[in-house]
Every structure is written in structure tokens, then in C-alpha cells.
């Protein structure tokens, strides 16, 4: 839908398959031919047709590794440690990260703090703050991100290494009613913080889908925002 005619023109290469994710889509070229060199001519002449395609923006990688490998080796490739803070997704962005071997070398851990006086105890968001905005807004994604950075900022630089912290609070299902104002299910804030950056950026998602469909939907989403932040 994005590209059409992409398909045909790469199976002038070689058969083409995707296998869709929760969040992307693999798409593998098979390619045959007589020498090495001309499968790696096969291989130029299919980059060349995807990235001058409208396709490129969405590329986050080339290979067969998952998107928590990718992070954990570019984090090590950085030098940088990074941490979430999780309220509706539970600790899934922990789960996906700590099934990849050795990333205890740039992965610090995950603050989940599901409950509001969890928030207000362990990251000091403002309880006035909670009340006033909700739990789900701009506001407190970013009061997240800034009190887990600074629970883990001391041994960033103990160990001499840049941190990156990442925070997500979103409704998984059923409508809010805030002030007024209705808050959607499916609607997330992930904060941003970072070694040397004052200002914590902040992006809004929304997403469709049942209870465990939109929390999936979150944890992927943060976990390409910290893959781009790294």
C-alpha cells in the first residue's frame, strides 16, 4: 500500500515473503546465483530499488537481528545505558530486553510504577500534577522520565557512560473521564531523557486493538523510540 509495485519489481530479483509483527514487517529477498560477486550485485540492485522508494523512512534495519538485539548492541556500540520507566505496559519493555544475552552491560532496568502514589513515591511526580492532568498526559510522562533519570544518573556516571531514559504511560482499555475532558483508550506519552539534553521530549501515540493488543502496541513503540535515541 505504501509502495505499489515494489513486490514486483524486487521479485525481478528474487522471491520475496514478509512475515508481519506486532509493530513491522520482515521482508526477505531470496536470492540465487552462480558467485558470490553477482549475489552481491543482486543485493545492490535491491537496495537501490527500496531506498529510492518511499519505503526508506521506514527501514529501521537490514539483517536478520530482532529489535531488542539491535538495541542492546547499538547501546554497547554507544557506550550508553539506558532504563524505562512503565506504567501500562507492565514491564514488557524489560521482558523484550532481557532475553538477549549479555545486556546486563547497558541495561540498567525498569521502574514499573503502575499505581499513581507508586509514581508519586518512586519518581516524585506531583501529586498535584496527577490530579490536575491525570496520570495519562504529557505532563506526568515527563515527571517519569526525569525521576528515573535521576535514580540512575549516579552510576552513569560512575561507569562513564551516557543514560538514556525512557517512560510510557497510556490507558489500555476503556475510556477517561479527566476534568471533563475524555481520555481514549489506546492513547500513550512516552517521555525522553538523556545525558546532556535539559529538555525531556515527549511523543504521543494512539493505538487500536483489545487490552493486550494496545500494551503490546506501547512497548514496541518505546522500544523504537529508544532504538532512535540511542
Same mark, same amino acid.
Given at each position: 500500500e505504501i509502495v505499489p509495485g515494489l513486490w514486483e519489481d524486487l521479485e525481478e530479483i528474487g522471491a520475496v515473503s514478509s512475515?508481519?509483527?506486532?509493530?513491522?514487517?520482515d521482508i526477505s529477498l531470496h536470492l540465487?546465483? &552462480?558467485?558470490?560477486? +553477482?549475489?552481491?550485485?543482486?543485493?545492490?540492485?535491491?537496495?537501490?530499488?527500496?531506498?529510492?522508494s518511499a519505503l526508506k523512512e521506514y527501514i529501521w534495519q537490514e539483517g536478520g537481528m530482532s529489535l531488542e538485539e539491535l538495541i542492546v548492541a547499538r547501546a554497547k556500540e554507544k557506550k550508553t545505558l539506558f532504563a524505562f520507566a512503565e506504567s501500562?505496559?507492565?514491564?514488557?519493555?524489560?521482558?523484550?530486553?532481557?532475553?538477549?544475552?549479555?545486556?546486563? %552491560?547497558?541495561?540498567?532496568?525498569?521502574l514499573v510504577t503502575y499505581d499513581s502514589d507508586l509514581k508519586v513515591k518512586m519518581l516524585n511526580v506531583s501529586k498535584?500534577?496527577?490530579?490536575e492532568k491525570s496520570a495519562i498526559s504529557q505532563e506526568v510522562a515527563e515527571a517519569m522520565a526525569v525521576g528515573t533519570f535521576h535514580?540512575?544518573?549516579?552510576?552513569? @556516571? %560512575?561507569?562513564?557512560?551516557?543514560?538514556?531514559?525512557?517512560?510510557?504511560?497510556?490507558?489500555?482499555?476503556?475510556?477517561?473521564?479527566h476534568g471533563? &475532558?475524555?481520555?481514549?483508550?489506546?492513547?500513550?506519552?512516552?517521555?525522553?531523557?538523556?545525558?546532556? &539534553?535539559? %529538555?525531556?521530549?515527549? %511523543?504521543?501515540?494512539? +493505538? +487500536?486493538?483489545?487490552? @493486550? @493488543?494496545?500494551q503490546e502496541r506501547f512497548a514496541m513503540k518505546l522500544l523504537f523510540l529508544l532504538l532512535d535515541n540511542l
Open positions: 512475515l508481519p509483527h506486532t509493530m513491522n514487517v540465487q546465483a &552462480e558467485s558470490k560477486k +553477482f549475489i552481491e550485485e543482486l543485493k545492490e540492485r535491491a537496495r537501490a530499488i527500496i531506498y529510492q501500562c505496559t507492565g514491564g514488557r519493555c524489560a521482558a523484550q530486553i532481557t532475553k538477549v544475552s549479555g545486556c546486563s %552491560e547497558v541495561f540498567l532496568g525498569s498535584d500534577m496527577l490530579r535514580h540512575f544518573e549516579s552510576l552513569s @556516571k %560512575e561507569r562513564g557512560m551516557n543514560l538514556v531514559v525512557l517512560s510510557v504511560t497510556g490507558l489500555a482499555e476503556g475510556d477517561l473521564l471533563g &475532558e475524555k481520555i481514549p483508550a489506546g492513547r500513550a506519552y512516552m517521555g525522553i531523557k538523556k545525558t546532556g &539534553e535539559s %529538555e525531556v521530549k515527549v %511523543e504521543e501515540s494512539h +493505538f +487500536f486493538g483489545d487490552r @493486550k @493488543k494496545r
